[in-house]
């Protein structure tokens, strides 16, 4: 991966073509629903039966306690996709330090909400996460004495590819996102 395409600041073109603007990202295929589950405590909210579904969404309260139900829900919907051990770890990863960083730097307000979605096609996964708070991440770099400042380094480095989109329609903030391309996918 190259740096300036882990600093593409735009949509996945692979899940963009023929976007549904109802879904957070990407694209819907018949048969296929996007779902917004309010997850109240730290556990992942119960699957609800979704049959062809390719997408979900949750709204979490922005508090670091809810980054373990978090990684819960990402591993439950990836594993349906029977990814190879090391690919799931990575998108995990790469989603708890998005969601650490939105509740740290982008969730300004004690009632703030962070929503995560999780797409894939039959080639990529994707995952964003939305925060109310307009301020971009800086990708920085971190002295080896700094107990913070390298979540993107992280999320680099474990992903195909990262970047930063506006709010949906109406919405405040901003969404980070990134995509992995499913091993073994024809």
């Known amino acids: 991966m ?7 600041r735009g949509p996945s073109p692979s899940l963009t073509r023929g976007a549904d603007h109802d879904l957070p990202t ?5 048969g296929e629903t996007a ?15 979704m049959s062809g579904a390719r997408a979900l969404r949750i709204v979490v309260p922005a508090q670091p306690s809810r980054a373990s139900g978090v990684r819960r829900m990402v591993a439950e919907q ?36 962070v929503t995560v979605s999780v ?10 996460v939305a925060d ?6 800086r990708h920085r770099t971190a002295d080896a004495a700094d107990e913070s400042g390298r979540g993107l380094a992280i999320v680099a480095a474990l992903v195909d590819d990262w970047g930063i989109a506006p709010p949906d329609p109406g919405e405040t903030g901003k969404r980070v996102w990134f995509s992995l391309e499913i091993q073994g996918a024809s």
Not at 26 to 30: H, N, Q
Not at 119 to 128: C, F, G, I, L, P
């Open 132 to 137: 109310h708070s307009p301020d971009l991440p």
């Open 78 to 113: 990836l594993s349906h996709l029977r990814l190879p051990a090391e690919q799931l770890d990575n998108a995990v990863l790469a989603t708890d330090e998005l969601f650490a960083n939105a509740v740290r730097h982008g969730s300004p307000d004690a009632g703030d909400m």
């Open 119 to 128: 797409e894939y096609t039959d080639h990529e996964v994707r995952v964003t």
């Open 2 to 8: 190259t740096a300036s395409r882990a600093h593409r």
């Open 26 to 30: 990407g694209r819907a295929r018949t």
């Open 35 to 49: 779902r917004t589950v309010p997850v109240a405590s730290a556990a992942p909210a119960a699957p609800a039966s």
